[in-house]
């Protein structure tokens, strides 16, 4: 079974300051992992994602994440975060064989002028 | 494209009464995925369908049913409602066929309540 879990649930933050939301997995395969934005009032939107290969991934509005295996994390980071980046975010990780999605519980993220 | 389309977008129902959410998808997705999003628990999948003519029971089934209607519709009923179901229901669709791992596009969401 695959588990993901979002360390924290709320994390305000000043514009223009860096963030790093946590994400932490459990799988006794080899998993991929999503980050997935949901703004007010709309459905969710890929952030970005890890599959294989380099484990730095990065989205086009800035955000990066690192798959780190041996802590079994893969935390959101943005160097310098803006208004427009109020949203809730989503860890989720997905297995071969598990065939579907498991989503963390969501980390609200509002920035603050 | 539209992408991932869902009615209707807000439902108040009583206790007991039944409904159907829609769902379509217009990008020739093979699996298709029903969740519920309740807060402080993220999105728990309900049912999904791999491909056309197959359904399979997630996490959390329990008082719906669910009918892949062809490849590009797949609907999630509710027959007797109860309180409990109050939730934002969201569908999503992927590319890949049962086993893959691709990207899921969600739809915006049908916001149910229930008396």
């Known amino acids: 079974a695959q588990s993901v879990t979002q360390l924290d649930s709320q994390v305000p933050v000043f514009e223009e300051a860096p963030v790093e939301l946590r994400c932490n997995y459990s799988s006794s395969v080899s998993v991929y992992l999503f980050w997935y934005v949901q703004y007010p009032n709309q459905g969710l939107q890929l952030l970005l994602k890890?599959?294989?290969?380099?484990?730095l991934v990065k989205s086009i509005n800035g955000f990066e994440a690192e798959f780190n295996k041996s802590q079994t994390s893969f935390h959101l980071r943005k160097p310098s975060v803006h208004i427009s980046d109020t949203a809730e975010y989503f860890c989720a990780c997905h297995s071969g064989s598990a065939r579907q999605l498991t989503f963390g519980s969501g980390t609200q993220l509002t920035v603050l002028p | 494209n539209a992408g991932v389309t869902q009615t209707p977008k807000f439902q108040v129902l009583k206790t007991g009464q039944s409904m159907t959410l829609q769902c379509a998808q217009d990008m020739n997705h093979n699996s298709m995925y029903w969740y519920r999003q309740d807060p402080g628990m993220g999105l728990r999948l309900i049912y999904y369908s791999a491909s056309e003519g197959t359904t399979d029971k997630g996490e959390v089934p329990n008082g719906y049913n669910v009918s892949r209607l062809n490849k590009r519709e797949f609907s999630l009923r509710l027959e007797s409602a109860a309180p409990s179901q109050t939730s934002v229901y969201f569908c999503?669709?992927?590319?890949?066929?049962?086993?893959?791992?691709?990207?899921?596009?969600f739809g915006p969401g049908t916001r149910l309540t229930v008396l």
């Open positions: 999503a669709s992927s590319e890949l066929a049962s086993g893959g791992t691709d990207t899921q596009y």
């Open positions: 890890y599959l294989s290969g380099s484990t």
